[in-house]
């Protein structure tokens, strides 16, 4: 708000001293402090659920006035070990970290990196998804089919692998252009729909998610797709010249990050080139804003429709390519199960923004394979699935400021809050 | 898009839309008339299938003697004639006026009639008088013949005559007859034709789709998007049997987990409804946030506590009621009057709701903010309260619906075993037009389908078509349904809309 002319500026605000200033500029609002509130409220809720579902500490709480320190010590202790494991899983191990100390080598570096490469790999395919779900997201079209366009992009991109034996620099472009045109073709006729005869998208994209799950059922007991002599539903693998190459498993054969991170990194930049410096794109978030006004400049809707949502069903697609030839190279009955729907909160996270996606992603990943080493080494056997709580809390309160706003007092909190109109189902 | 002009609906154009479309509903019966007979009818003269009409040892078909049938035919022709025509019969035209005056009498006296009407025919047709299990034997070719010459013709009359009321309620039944001949085909053969157990498997698995498409409509009625129906059955379901294991599913126990899961349904829709109405955030997305919560918290609590305490997630099953003479009506009985609680109180949800929203001071004004709020406002209806108990009464009844995932059919709580049901009685809704009766009969439809796909496997050796594939017809049928292939759709005016006051 600037102050008009005629009006003198308004009085001085009153001098504070520098803890104060600070406080006030703290409290301002902004998608920083959001997303660290957000990450701590998800923490803490975590740790009261580890607290309430372990028996020995409810014992201990029961005894809480008796020894008061003692229960929170061991109540603390326990959460701490759980998130200190959860980290080490997903980031970097202190052990191995103090062995590297000692060794400088690849080898104990390959070691040291081994958490940080799953964290990556299983984003990779995340990032792609989290952008598809992204594009729609922006132009206010909820694509929830990601599934089933993962499911196809990954099933065109088996049927090309396992057909052809040519060299990686041909099959792996050749997988890509055959899984974003599945994905694109899948999500275009849900936008032609929605386009022509107002169906509306959430509801034909759902649905086509349970189509292709039914379809992929059906191929992979086709004597085209299925393995021979495997009775588990497993496919056929993609042949070696279809596979992504890993960077560093010479180093250490647990290093499973592949070229498919670079591939993701690409598609963050032409995302963001997309929404910031092509016409379609201009076109596509001024429709997601504010469609009468896109109508009025002479934006086609029904085009930008189509074209988002292919768009986006391209790039899912492409994920479903990146999660099969990036690790198990062969397609299961519970193929891309999770993916389409991690997507959708990948992207609320990263607030449809491309590199926001990008980190959100990478934090998904950290969680699952930090929520799987905390599993495995906790004493306490703390469940992989307390991480997806963890992250479900921090996206609710990422994609919903408002409660963040409204319980830390925060200022100017209304920014934030201009979320996307949702719209009724016409 | 709400934004673009819409044109201009007149009397005419309504009637020439009605007329096209029956025309249409028409060619589609004659085509499945069709198909039924080269398809059902090309089958092997010999083959025969033997159709289960009740498993219920209990519920005996009275067996009379030929002379009664005749009286019982006639007793009900003329209960029928009378009840449809009886203020055109000068003589009965007090009886006529009762009919008129009184809600409900004639439909009662209509099924009355057509009981005793099948009654005897269905002794002629076949039923096996001595067996405890009553069956009927049809020849397989002679089914389709007779199927698809009577679709053709119905068909023919009804593109030839071009009914405007009647349409879609005929093509539904022409669909219901084709499904019916595909079940008797299938089952060809040596294998009984089960279908009394799909058809009951149908009305359980409807259940909580009724009840979920139910939570939809009231929330959307009032002009909240309700998608988080998905983690209210989550939530349902898990607190449902936690709460029944706890107090060793007695009977009072077992109301109290019905109304627990209620709590918790209507818990998480009082979220959607704070965030929706107090911050006016974005409905789609909180409600899939709140879905992922659901989803990631009984993933949690099922493998973190309840695969430890076991006893924390029994099996403990809702009473089955079999209502008196009711229960006893062979194939209708055994599906409609003899199934858990939770059945009837979704039936009993599903014509109270119907009342509620459209009888009812409450139901115009829920349905008054869904259409235009700010017209709602000026006449003093307070928008925000309204939709809060909307919302919070539909995540009641959503919870409620979960409840039928595990103490319907009796099973602990597994991950996962809501299979996106949630997001399939959002499609119900739509498919049933906001309607309570719409929701009812989409559900029952969807539950068939359901049913057929997880019952088919009796039948795989002869089954032509893949299995996935019907498993796919539900699916199917909604995109078909809304991008309106079977009719125009409209929803509330203000659906997904945030009130803003001026």
């Known amino acids: ?426 | 898009m709400s934004t673009e002009a819409r044109e201009v609906v007149t009397l005419e154009t309504l009637r020439v839309v009605t007329r096209k479309r029956s025309l249409a509903y028409g060619i589609t019966l004659m085509a499945l008339g069709l198909v039924e007979i080269l398809w059902y009818g090309g089958a092997d003269s010999k083959l025969h299938t033997t159709i289960q009409f009740g498993y219920n040892t209990a519920t005996i078909w009275p067996v009379v003697a030929e002379l009664w049938r005749v009286v019982l035919l006639i007793a009900g022709l003329a209960i029928i004639t009378v009840a449809l025509r009886a203020k055109e019969i000068a003589s009965l035209e007090r009886l006529g006026r009762f009919f008129e005056s009184v809600r409900g009498a004639r439909g009662i006296a209509v099924i009355i009639g057509a009981y005793l009407v099948i009654w005897p025919v269905l002794l002629w047709l076949g039923i096996n008088q001595h067996g405890q299990l009553r069956t009927m034997t049809v020849d397989v070719a002679f089914t389709g013949y007779v199927f698809g010459i009577a679709s053709i013709v119905v068909g023919a009359i009804m593109a030839w005559k071009r009914f405007d009321r009647r349409a879609s309620g005929m093509l539904y039944s022409g669909l219901l007859v084709f499904l019916l001949g595909f079940l008797i085909w299938v089952a060809r053969g040596s294998l009984d034709l089960q279908l009394t157990g799909i058809l009951a498997s149908a009305v359980a698995v409807s259940t909580f789709l009724m009840l979920g498409s139910l939570s939809g409509t009231l929330c959307e009625r009032s002009g909240v998007v309700n998608i988080a129906i998905e983690g209210q059955f989550i939530a349902g379901a898990l607190a449902s049997i936690v709460f029944a294991s706890a107090f060793h599913g007695s009977g009072v126990s077992l109301t109290f987990a019905l109304v627990f899961a209620g709590l918790f349904g209507a818990f998480f829709g009082w979220i959607l409804a704070i965030m929706a109405l107090r911050y006016g955030a974005n409905q789609i997305i909180v409600g899939v946030v709140i879905v992922a919560f659901c989803t990631a918290m009984s993933q949690f609590l099922s493998t973190q506590v309840l695969n430890t305490h076991q006893n924390l997630n029994g099996s403990y099953g809702l009473p089955v009621w079999a209502i008196p003479w009711l229960s006893h009506i062979p194939l209708v009985g055994p599906v409609l009057f003899d199934q858990n609680v939770l059945v009837f109180i979704a039936f009993a949800a599903v014509i109270i709701a119907n009342f509620a929203l459209f009888r009812t001071r409450w139901g115009l004004r829920v349905r008054s903010v869904g259409e235009k709020p700010i017209a709602s406002e000026t006449v003093g209806i307070n928008v925000v309260h309204v939709r809060y108990g909307a919302v919070i009464l539909g995540g009641f009844i959503a919870g409620v619906g979960g409840a039928g995932f595990t103490l319907g059919p009796g099973s602990p709580f597994t991950y996962g075993m809501t299979a996106g049901y949630g997001y399939i009685a959002l499609a119900i809704m739509i498919f049933g037009r906001w309607r309570p009766y719409g929701a009812l009969m989409a559900s029952l439809l969807f539950g068939f389908t359901i049913a057929l796909s997880a019952n088919l496997n009796l039948y795989l050796s002869q089954l032509v078509i893949p299995q996935q594939f019907i498993t796919a017809l539900p699916y199917l049928i909604t995109i078909a349904v809304v991008s309106g292939l079977v009719g125009r759709i409209r929803p509330p005016a203000a659906d997904g809309v945030p009130f803003q006051r001026h």
Not at chain 1, 45 to 66: A, E, K, N, Y
Not at chain 1, 120 to 143: D, E, K, Q, W
Not at chain 1, 193 to 199: E, I, Q, R
Not at chain 1, 226 to 253: E, I, M, T, W
């Open chain 1, 1 to 426: 708000m600037s102050a008009t002319t005629t009006e003198p500026a308004t009085a001085e605000p009153p001098r504070l001293d520098a803890f104060l200033r600070f406080v006030v500029r703290a409290r301002q609002a902004n998608m920083f402090l959001v997303l660290v509130l957000a990450l701590f409220v998800g923490l803490v809720f975590g740790g009261i659920m580890i607290i309430v579902t372990q028996p020995t500490l409810l014992t201990s709480w029961s005894h809480f006035f008796s020894h008061p320190g003692g229960t929170i010590a061991s109540s603390f202790n326990t959460v701490w070990f759980a998130y200190e494991e959860l980290f080490q899983g997903a980031v970097v191990n202190f052990h191995s970290l103090r062995l590297l100390i000692d060794d400088p080598s690849k080898v104990t570096l390959a070691t040291a990196l081994i958490p940080l490469s799953g964290t990556l790999t299983y984003a990779t395919p995340l990032i792609v998804a989290g952008l598809g779900l992204a594009i729609g997201f922006r132009s206010s079209l909820f694509n929830i089919g990601g599934q089933g366009q993962v499911i196809l992009g990954g099933v065109l991109a088996l049927l090309v692998g396992f057909s052809f034996h040519l060299t990686p620099v041909l099959q792996v472009p050749l997988e890509m252009i055959a899984a974003i045109g599945g994905g694109a073709l899948l999500a275009g006729f849900a936008g032609v729909l929605k386009a022509y005869t107002g169906a509306h998208e959430v509801i034909v994209t759902m649905m086509s998610n349970y189509t292709m799950i039914a379809v992929l059922g059906y191929l992979l007991i086709q004597p085209l797709f299925a393995r021979p002599g495997v009775l588990d539903g497993a496919s056929k693998a993609v042949g070696v010249s279809g596979q992504l190459p890993y960077f560093f498993s010479h180093l250490n054969a647990a290093l499973l990050l592949n070229v498919g991170f670079i591939i993701a990194l690409v598609a963050v930049f032409a995302v963001q080139w997309f929404f910031t410096r092509s016409k379609t794109g201009f076109e596509l978030l001024m429709v997601g804003q504010n469609p009468d006004a896109a109508r009025v400049a002479g934006i086609y809707s029904k085009r930008s429709i189509i074209i988002c949502l292919a768009l986006a069903g391209g790039l899912l697609g492409l994920a479903g390519m990146l999660e099969l030839t990036g690790v198990d190279h062969f397609v299961t009955p519970n193929f891309g199960g999770s993916y389409g729907f991690d997507a959708i909160t990948v992207a609320l996270l990263g607030r449809n923004k491309p590199w926001g996606v990008f980190f959100a992603a990478i934090f998904f990943g950290a969680m699952f394979t930090g929520g799987e080493a905390m599993q495995a080494f906790t004493p306490t056997n703390i469940q992989f699935s307390l991480a997806d709580v963890i992250q479900a809390v921090v996206v609710f309160c990422v994609a919903t400021p408002a409660l963040l706003v409204e319980v830390f007092h925060l200022r100017g909190g209304s920014r934030l809050m201009n979320s996307t109109y949702a719209g009724g189902w016409v």
